[in-house]
């Protein structure tokens, strides 16, 4: 697929980050795109700001969905086609996905299920729904998003990451599955499976809408608790974070610090992101890594897996891979 222009292509999680920006990069290459998110007012800028840069005959229309439901993601499916006049789709973006349930001993199951369901079960539902289309297109492409937490499972010392991790590693296995399978079976569809590092979204933010938490402002003590547990706790009060006796007010403004350092702070934003992977996507790529961090953490797991949670041997390796690549 040289060139998107012409093509109808679907966007999950499209209300904001990288999902924004593929809606918007593609509009901008000639693209229609039937964009989705469960929050509908991010949703309606994604879809304002791709419609002022669209080319000529791309079509952008909008579509409240939360993926984690299979009868919303059918209706997106039936909206998109009707809208759009269209009896195919030529490209499917899974990339909706949250945060939550960080630990499948102290969080509560409500969390981790839900963020599964939406990084999991959303990515199996989409593919379900568009499958068909993504064949009768005859040059279909499905682009599901794991992370770097689909083949490291965690965020690094004391930061379990269950439920993500958990789903993002089913993603990746499900995608890799597919490519045999399509070979064999739709041959006219390629699948490609997106390991995005850190990248400067709204994630965190987002999870923490997504499972019903309030603005930090808003939050009890107990709720910044829950989100900052005690492990965290004492390792930010070492590192100088945090007073050793914070107050609820400390908690606070740390959670906004956070959301704001996670988004603004990264080595790569959005906008970088969604270029690579529509680069990957052109170039016929099935395993497509976004950022730099990502492939010295991919490099530093294949080459020893068993040290993958030896957390000193598996840095130091990537320290001196840094260093090599640097000169």
């Known amino acids: ?114 963020t599964f369901a939406v990084d999991w079960w959303g990515v199996y539902y989409c593919a379900r729904a568009f499958l068909p289309l993504l064949i009768a297109s005859g040059d279909g492409v499905l682009v599901n998003t794991s992370s770097v937490d689909g083949f490291w499972a965690t965020l690094g010392p004391g930061m379990p990451s269950s439920a993500y991790a958990t789903a993002k590693f089913a993603v990746k296995g499900f995608t890799e599955a597919l490519i045999e399978d399509l070979r064999v079976n739709a041959p006219q569809v390629r699948v490609a499976v997106v390991m995005p590092g850190h990248v400067g979204t709204d994630i965190i933010a987002n999870s923490r809408r997504a499972q019903g938490l309030p603005e930090p402002e808003a939050m009890s003590r107990e709720q910044l608790e829950g989100l900052i547990p005690a492990n965290a706790r004492a390792g930010l009060i070492r590192a100088g974070l945090l007073p050793a006796d914070a107050s609820a007010e400390d908690l606070r403004r740390l959670l906004v610090r956070i959301e704001t350092d996670f988004r603004e702070k990264a080595p790569l934003n959005p906008a970088q992101a969604a270029t690579i992977i529509l680069d990957g996507v052109r170039s016929g790529a099935w395993r497509i890594l976004v950022g730099r961090d990502a492939g ?19 840095f130091g390796r990537i320290r001196a891979s840094a260093r090599d690549a640097a000169g």
């Not at 679907?10 to 593929?22: H, K, N, T, Y």
């Not at 964009?35 to 952008?60: I, S």
């Not at 530093?300 to 030896?310: C, L, T």
């Open 1 to 114: 697929m040289d060139s998107f222009a012409g093509k109808l292509a679907v966007v999950s999680g499209a209300g904001s980050g990288m999902g924004r920006e593929l809606v918007r990069q593609l509009a901008a290459e000639g693209c229609s795109v039937g964009a989705c998110d469960w929050h509908p007012d991010d949703l309606a800028q994604t879809a304002e700001l791709a419609r002022a840069a669209a080319g000529a005959g791309a079509r952008v229309t909008s579509h409240v969905c939360d993926v984690s439901m299979e009868e919303q993601v059918l209706r997106f499916r039936d909206e998109v086609l009707q809208q759009h006049s269209a009896a195919h789709v030529d490209l499917v973006f899974s990339n909706a996905g949250i945060g939550g349930g960080a630990s499948f001993v102290r969080d509560s199951r409500e969390a981790w299920e839900r």
């Open 296 to 314: 010295l953490l991919d490099e530093a797991v294949r080459a020893k897996p068993e040290a993958a949670y030896d957390y000193p041997d598996l």
